[in-house]
């Protein structure tokens, strides 16, 4: 143990002798009825009576009283023990709250045991010091930011909850925590984690680093795939589990049809590795449930759901002349349900939400139907773009970056032999662009998701090309979304996306849990011109969409909401984390006992109780006669009552 103020060790040096000198020098004298003072000499010794520097006697008031003074003394001189934890006056605590943090090999989970420890930091800052308190896991919070109020840090620490969105990507938080160590000297970063994120590795601190641990186990096996594809006798079934533990395991899973229990399978799962499940299913069947029985560390991914989209069509509406290219690649497309409009001046009776896409081919039609638009070769301006000539042989420069458009896709062996020059407005990024003008873009405007292909397939070499079906996937789950069997299944925080239009009255949601969510008294669900979008998805389950046009039910769509994250399946806790530092280390641990522990509230509070004591000894008679005098007055009360 170390004292951070020893010189108030002084102020016991200085007042214990006074108090005991003042017992010394104290005048004593006991009141005695005696019947004669002859036999009562030393009564009537008055000098002897009041010589000073008498014999000290034992009493219990100059024990209290020197007690509390070396109680006072010792808060005053603030001891404190080492301890693993912070030494700066400016702390940043970064607290991961993914999904792994729901583990429950620590009682009662490591997120609560991450929220005691964040706690435990705070109270090590010392007088006068500031925290930061940030939350990762999905998207990064500041809770806090650069406060001395203990009270509103511990409320924002115990306001934290686990959040299955995202994953544990420390770069933004780390990011920020650099921004503010450099502002603020004796800065401090605690990371508290279990170890599974994602840290920057060109990003240096410049402040000490230290990550506290959670969690003690790697136990965990996890449905890792479950999905519904139709079949010719109806629809099939994959499941898989995953053991991410270091030991091997025998688990069951069992699978629920639309509730009701299907079969059960037992499984044997060596460390890493996996095991498949493939069964048919009748066809009618709208929902399954997959569940592994207990056994593990983390629950949250021993559930999993797969809907099914039997039946379930994207009508496309294509606007030209006919393009054999392109219908075939849609007619390869699942799910996909074309119909060909060759005149341009057709009237669109159809909702957005009933045909959410229209192809336009080479052609400008007078009146834009509702719902996204995918322009290609557009002969002439629109009020989205503008086409001010042509391009001869354009090379095709894709963009870098992770573009959706482009996912799996190459086009460096593409050619192209005359494209229209477009000019875009700022509502469109640039997917791939040319020499002269951009060949292909996307974005939004008025609600809608627009695509515009610069050139007619007849003038390249595309339509031969693997890149193409691909390509043509790719954009219409791009203005197509939340159709197709791909998008039922949805990552926690991927937002529900439907098209509409003006004619739909009501949007709603039905939740897992049963509760309804409505876009005519909630705000959770947000019209976006010719969409609308619900994002309020962390929760793990079955989410039903349904559109009503003229208060009648138009379209019902159901979403799976799973975790399938390996990176949070995987939990066995990391000894040390990869974090640069401008002292020059290169990891961040909790190796050195640096915490301070100190211990003076303690002390002044059991001086407090030696206080309280210490009065009660010396009202010891007044008390005494108090309680007599109620006495006495109870059984006056009592005799009076008895006549």
Do not use: C
């Not at 395991?249 to 699978?255: L, N």
């Not at 629950?299 to 075939?328: C, H, K, M, Y």
């Not at 211990?599 to 109780?609: D, E, G, N, Q």
Request: charged share 20%.
């Amino acid at each position: 143990m170390s004292l951070l103020a020893p010189m108030a060790l002084i102020g016991a040096a200085l007042i214990g002798p006074i108090i005991i000198a003042m017992y010394l020098l104290k005048l004593r004298r006991e009141e005695r009825t005696v019947s004669s003072t002859f036999l009562w000499q030393r009564m009537v010794r008055d000098v002897e009576a009041n010589a000073p520097w008498q014999k000290l006697r034992r009493n219990i008031l100059l024990l209290l009283q020197l007690l509390l003074l070396i109680l006072l003394v010792l808060a005053l001189a603030r001891p404190f023990f080492l301890t693993q934890g912070i030494a700066g006056r400016n702390l940043i605590v970064i607290i991961d709250r993914s999904a792994s943090m729901g583990a429950v090999d620590v009682a009662p989970n490591r997120l609560e045991a991450a929220r005691a420890e964040a706690l435990r930091l705070i109270e090590q800052l010392p007088d006068g010091g500031q925290a930061t308190i940030i939350a990762t896991g999905g998207q990064m919070e500041v809770l806090v930011a650069s406060t001395t109020d203990q009270r509103e840090l511990r409320n924002a620490i115990n306001g934290i909850t686990l959040r299955n969105s995202g994953d544990s990507d420390l770069t933004q938080a780390l990011t920020l925590a650099a921004a503010l160590a450099a502002r603020e000297e004796q800065s401090e970063v605690a990371i508290i984690s279990d170890g599974n994120v994602t840290v920057p590795e060109d990003l240096t601190v410049p402040a000490t680093v230290r990550y506290f641990p959670i969690g003690r186990s790697d136990n965990n096996v996890a449905i890792s795939a479950l999905a519904l594809q139709p079949a010719a006798a109806g629809q099939t079934l994959f499941a898989q589990a995953t053991n991410y533990g270091g030991a091997s395991v025998t688990r069951r899973m069992d699978i629920y049809l639309d509730g009701a229990l299907f079969n059960a399978y037992n499984l044997s799962l060596d460390p890493g590795r996996e095991q498949s499940i493939i069964v048919d299913i009748p066809p009618q069947v709208q929902v399954v449930e997959a569940r592994l029985n207990e056994g593990d560390a983390l629950p949250t991914d021993d559930r999993a759901w797969a809907v099914s989209r039997v039946g379930d069509q994207t009508n496309v509406r294509v606007i030209g002349p006919g393009n054999r290219f392109l219908e075939t690649g849609l007619a390869l497309l699942p799910g996909v349900q074309m119909t060909l409009v060759p005149t341009t001046t057709a009237t669109f009776t159809q909702t957005a939400a009933q045909v959410p896409l229209t192809i336009i081919d080479g052609v400008t039609p007078t009146t834009l139907p509702p719902g996204n638009l995918f322009f290609i070769a557009p002969p002439q301006s629109t009020a989205y773009f503008s086409v001010t000539g042509t391009l001869e042989f354009p090379a095709m420069r894709p963009v870098f970056g992770d573009e959706p458009l482009l996912r799996s896709v190459s086009v460096s062996e593409v050619s192209v032999l005359k494209a229209a020059r477009i000019v875009p407005g700022n509502w469109a990024r640039i997917v791939i662009d040319s020499d002269g003008a951009p060949l292909l873009v996307a974005g939004e405007r008025d609600g809608r998701r627009i695509v515009v292909l610069a050139f007619d397939l007849h003038q390249s070499d595309l339509p031969l090309q693997v890149a193409f079906p691909l390509l043509l996937s790719n954009i219409v789950s791009y203005l197509s979304p939340g159709t197709g069997a791909q998008a039922a299944q949805l990552v926690p925080g991927q937002p529900l996306v439907v098209p509409i239009d003006d004619a739909v009255s009501e949007v709603r949601v039905i939740r897992p849990d049963g509760r309804q969510v409505s876009s005519r008294n909630s705000d959770r669900i947000q019209i976006l011109g010719n969409q609308a979008v619900y994002d309020d998805t962390g929760e793990l389950g079955v989410y039903t969409l349904e559109v009503y046009h003229n208060n009648q039910l138009e379209l019902r769509q159901r979403y799976a909401v799973n975790l399938f994250t390996a990176g949070e399946s995987q939990i066995k806790p990391q000894e040390r984390l990869a974090v640069t530092q401008t002292s020059g280390l290169q990891t961040a641990a909790m190796r050195e006992r640096v915490g301070r522990q100190e211990i003076w509230r303690w002390l002044a509070a059991l001086a407090l109780l030696v206080l309280v004591v210490e009065w009660l000894v010396y009202q010891r008679n007044g008390i005494t006669y108090l309680r007599e005098r109620w006495r006495q007055r109870s059984r006056a009360k009592g005799s009076a009552s008895a006549r």
